[in-house]
């Protein structure tokens, strides 16, 4: 009898876990027999890797061959672990140990000819690897320059079999740590190109300086998605934490580049309105996977026509807007992905949506039906609402507009102040503050207050917004430069929610 032993890892989310792979050569009829909870793709590497090790010019043990992926109860998925188990069973047939394979975690599909491909979820696979204190990570080379985003750890790049099995008999080289990867360009359009919009283009800054959720409605060809796709240019760019946070989740949905592993800008995502609830927040067979509000993560999801969204798909997202985490339970587990992000709507005021609102032919049912598909507790949970009109000719003799960059600078600052003030409560934006702390440590005076209460009282404002409210006040305030919020301050948030409905 004769044992190998190789190990890799297991992605359930963008948590990893180290999975321990052992190939038993044992007497009797040959044939390879998989245990540990593998779905069809990790069946189907039986094959894979067969053809592998005889193309490589390697021998395939002619007996019964088994092949344990441990723990045993943790679903096993994917191709990732074609690399170890070929080793695994190399090791195996020549009943000897490779030190290097001891200390070593393998990643990669495998062709038919022994070539090692690229997978998917390699950032948290090695970020796994680093936590559980192992030295050594092999990667697919084309993953190399993604891998090479985690310090603390030896990645090194594979492109076939027999590479690595020189390198582990210390016979030959693998490719070495990228350093330096190539960071993707600021291509950020210009906040100057919309013509017009004052209020719109407040509103926009004073959402990105808050980190508020913001909705635009108005007849069609205003400046709607030119404003909201301008949006993430006035934000300031990832710290290193969450640029690690943001690409791990594209890399387990396999967005990322090897040219610009690192995603270092708020993501922007902007799904069709015909999109399915598991296409926003998730889904698929086996192991969900991330969906648009998780691609949007420390950035900005975009929901164009939102009235054209079906309602289901609309109300999955009060959870995610609440808890900043999606947690969705399939078959094969819990995956968790998280999922803080800056919510942005689009509408026209009415389905026939005329240039002019006066040439509307829509009956006033129709209208009010198609402006009530936002449900009042998901309305609740937007900050910034904003009505938008048509610009008129004399608007193209103006001065353009303030450029992205004079808004930045006073977006960055803001930030930087409530960063300053939130710091020891764990929060980094207004619009991540908890109520209690609004109402209890950082109360306005009577006189500030005054407004808000007289709008819960009258029945046009909730508790929650209530203290929206507050948390757009202080980011006017961060914006002026002030210290606490003035009545001035509360009155103007208050009219961003449009206090002539139930808010």
Not at 110 to 134: N, S
Not at 149 to 158: C, H
Not at 337 to 358: E, G, I, K, M, S
Request: charged residues 20%; hydrophobic residues 45%; glycine residues 10%.
């Amino acid at each position: 009898m004769a044992l190998g032993r190789a190990f890799s890892v297991a992605v359930r989310g963008v948590e990893g876990h180290i999975v321990e792979i052992e190939a038993d050569i044992s007497n009797g009829l040959p044939g390879v027999h998989l245990v540990g909870l593998a779905d069809a793709a990790l069946q189907e590497s039986r094959d894979r890797v067969r053809a592998a090790i005889n193309n490589c010019g390697f021998s395939w043990p002619q007996t019964r061959l088994t092949l344990a992926l441990s723990p045993a109860t943790l679903p096993k998925m994917g191709s990732v672990y074609d690399l170890a188990l070929a080793t695994a069973v190399l090791a195996a047939e020549g009943k000897k140990g490779w030190p290097k394979l001891e200390k070593a975690v393998l990643l990669g599909e495998l062709a038919l000819d022994g070539r090692v491909r690229p997978v998917k979820g390699v950032l948290p696979a090695v970020l796994a690897a680093q936590r559980h204190g192992w030295p050594t990570v092999v990667v697919p080379v084309e993953n190399l320059a993604e891998a090479s985003l985690i310090d603390g750890v030896d990645v090194w790049g594979v492109s076939t079999l027999g590479q690595l099995h020189a390198w582990l008999a210390g016979k030959g080289d693998l490719h070495a740590r990228i350093d330096h990867p190539d960071q993707a360009p600021d291509v950020s359009i210009d906040l100057a190109d919309v013509v017009g919009q004052p209020q719109a283009r407040r509103a926009v800054e004073v959402a990105a300086a808050g980190g508020h959720n913001l909705v635009m409605t108005g007849p069609p060809g205003v400046g709607k998605t030119m404003l909201a796709q301008r949006l993430p240019g006035l934000l300031p760019p990832l710290s290193q934490p969450e640029a690690l946070e943001v690409t791990a989740i594209h890399s387990v949905a396999g967005l990322l580049t090897g040219e610009a592993p690192l995603i270092t800008r708020p993501p922007f995502v902007a799904p069709h309105h015909t999109s399915s609830v598991a296409a926003l927040v998730g889904g698929g067979s086996g192991m969900a996977r991330p969906g648009a509000v998780s691609r949007a993560h420390r950035g900005v999801l975009f929901l164009d026509e939102f009235a054209e969204i079906n309602s289901s798909a609309l109300e999955a997202l009060r959870t995610p807007l609440e808890d900043g985490v999606i947690r969705l339970a399939r078959r094969e587990g819990v995956a968790s992905y998280p999922c803080r992000f800056q919510l942005v709507l689009a509408a026209n005021l009415c389905p026939c949506a005329p240039p002019d609102p006066r040439d509307c032919v829509c009956a006033s049912a129709d209208r009010r039906r198609y402006r009530s598909r936002l449900s009042g507790p998901l309305l609740d949970r937007v900050d910034l609402r904003v009505e938008m009109h048509a610009s008129r000719a004399g608007t193209f003799a103006d001065n353009a507009g303030e450029s992205t960059a004079a808004v930045r600078e006073r977006v960055w600052a803001a930030r930087a102040a409530a960063q300053e003030r939130w710091r020891p409560y764990g929060v980094s934006t207004n619009a991540e503050v908890s109520g209690s702390l609004l109402r209890r440590k950082f109360r306005l005076g009577a006189e500030a207050m005054k407004p808000v209460k007289t709008a819960v009282d009258r029945g046009l404002l909730s508790i929650r917004g209530m203290d929206r409210t507050l948390r757009v006040a202080w980011t006017l305030c961060d914006l002026a430069g002030g210290v606490s919020p003035t009545r001035e301050h509360v009155v103007s948030a208050l009219s961003y929610r449009q206090v002539g409905e139930r808010s």
